[in-house]
């Protein structure tokens, strides 16, 4: 077994761009397979360490000659260039699944293409049921039923607050409590009449 691995793990091992390691082939400063598919490792850090001794690429090359002859987490060199190989069996892992497509195997073009299709037309049903219940008046906005409530809640306050300016004077001249709470009682009626009519009007400002 040899320690040669692609171009892309010796990229990765680098940790430079697959252009990059392409470029250092050209400028003949690797030691590819009889093919030239691969890297031969050692022989290619060792090179590049010593020719690249005034460039960050030599010093990056001599740090991972140093962590490939260690071979990895306890590996041997050959170990490890076999680790970084990808296996026959492997396959890439399945993309991150939004919301809405649990179950659609993402990386089938035809799948994802329906599944998002299907979900954009039953976000369009939505809408259409959402614009039908305000059109019926079934349906109101929250900025314009917080903003009717808090007026509503203000004139509730002022009006009460108004009472005493109203009824001072009458009060004032009245020592039987009786009367000072038929008076009362009056002011407070008239203020509640005139919130049930507001309150009443709101359906039409909705």
């Keep these: 077994m040899s320690d040669e691995i692609t171009k892309s793990a010796f990229a990765e091992l680098l940790g430079v761009s697959r252009g990059y390691i392409s470029q ?3 400028a003949n400063r690797l030691v590819l397979s009889g093919d030239g598919k691969k890297v031969q490792v050692q022989t290619s850090l060792e090179l590049l360490a010593s020719t690249g001794s005034a460039e960050k690429m030599g010093l990056s090359a001599r740090h991972a ?13 050959q170990e490890a260039a076999q680790a970084l190989q990808p296996g026959p069996d492997s396959t890439p892992p399945a993309p991150t699944v939004p919301g809405g497509f649990e179950g659609v195997d993402l990386r089938n073009p035809i799948a994802a293409y329906n ?4 979900a954009n037309e039953f976000k369009r049903g939505e809408q259409i049921d959402i614009d039908l219940a305000k059109s019926r008046r079934e349906l109101i906005s929250q900025e314009v039923s917080v903003k009717l409530i808090a007026d509503l809640a203000a ?6 607050e108004r ?3 109203r009824i ?6 009245e020592s039987d409590p009786h009367v000072v709470y038929a008076l009362l009682e009056e002011a407070i009626d008239e203020c509640c009449v005139m919130l049930s009519k507001q309150a009443a009007k709101l359906a039409g400002k909705l």
């Design 24 to 26: 250092l082939c050209t």
């Design 65 to 77: 000659l140093e962590r490939w002859k260690k071979g990895g987490a306890g590996l041997t060199v």
């Design 115 to 118: 599944a998002a299709r299907a």
């Design 155 to 160: 004139t509730t306050r002022a009006s009460f």
């Design 163 to 165: 009472i005493p300016d």
């Design 168 to 173: 001072a004077t009458k009060l004032a001249a």
